[in-house]
Nanobody, 120 residues
Framework: QLQLVESGGGLVQPGGSLSLFCVASGVSLDYYAIGWFRQAPGKEREAVSCIANNSGTTYYASFVKGRFTISRDNVKNTVFLQMDNLTPEDTAVYYC?????????????WGRGTQVTVSS
């Protein structure tokens, strides 16, 4: 059974960077497209970035384009989210999840999330 665990969150100052990790266990990630989502207090969950199983296709929400980079290493069963030039508006719990191929639509397996706080 596939399980996802996020890590790498923390407190960072505006303009800073964080690297998030989504590590899979139980099943190889080779055949799974994966997405990063976030949910801020009082707001709905939103898609941040998604990547195809072979890294061939990526999606970025408009509010992170040029600042965030998604990548994956299927040998390490890990998907990464590099976040640069962070702003307070990026404060949220970040989740990774399986998504339907060719989309950024959640497919059903979620991690528990990692908190990202951007504050001076």
């Amino acid at each position: 059974q596939l399980q996802l665990v996020e890590s790498g969150g923390g407190l960072v100052q505006p303009g800073g960077s964080l690297s998030l990790f989504c590590v899979a266990s139980g099943v190889s990630l080779d055949y799974y497209a994966i997405g990063w989502f976030r949910q801020a207090p009082g707001k709905e969950r939103e898609a941040v970035s998604c990547i195809a199983n072979n890294s061939g296709t990526t999606y970025y929400a408009s509010f992170v384009k040029g600042r965030f980079t998604i990548s994956r290493d299927n040998v390490k069963n890990t998907v990464f989210l590099q976040m640069d030039n962070l702003t307070p508006e990026d404060t949220a719990v970040y989740y990774c999840a399986t998504v339907h191929h060719g989309t950024c639509s959640p497919r059903g397996v979620w991690g528990r999330g990692t908190q990202v706080t951007v504050s001076s």
